[in-house]
């Protein structure tokens, strides 16, 4: 998981190929982060998901988009344009 900063916004929307796939994912990772897993537990806890099979395929179509223009992903970028993700 990222580390956790108050300045990052990131709103994203997801169509739903993306949401079927990703939100899975999302809420696992928030499980182990609400367990207080480090990093390295979190990524074995990944693995262990994807080897018991509990993900599901990644469908064709998938696209997410951020369409802010005040969005701020990292202190390097700033603000980032809106953009679509394939």
Known sequence: MRNRNPKRRGPVCY????ARTLL????I???LALA????AEMNEG???AVEKG????????AMAYMMSKQGGLNSKCGNCAPHLMF
């Not at 169509?15 to 993306?18: D, L, V």
């Not at 899975?24 to 809420?27: D, Q, R, T, Y």
């Not at 207080?36 to 990093?39: A, F, M």
């Open 15 to 18: 169509n739903p190929q993306t």
């Open 24 to 27: 899975p994912i999302l809420m």
């Open 29 to 31: 990772r928030t499980k």
């Open 36 to 39: 207080g897993k480090s990093r």
């Open 46 to 48: 990944m693995k262990a």
């Open 54 to 61: 509990e993900l599901p395929a990644l469908e064709p179509g």
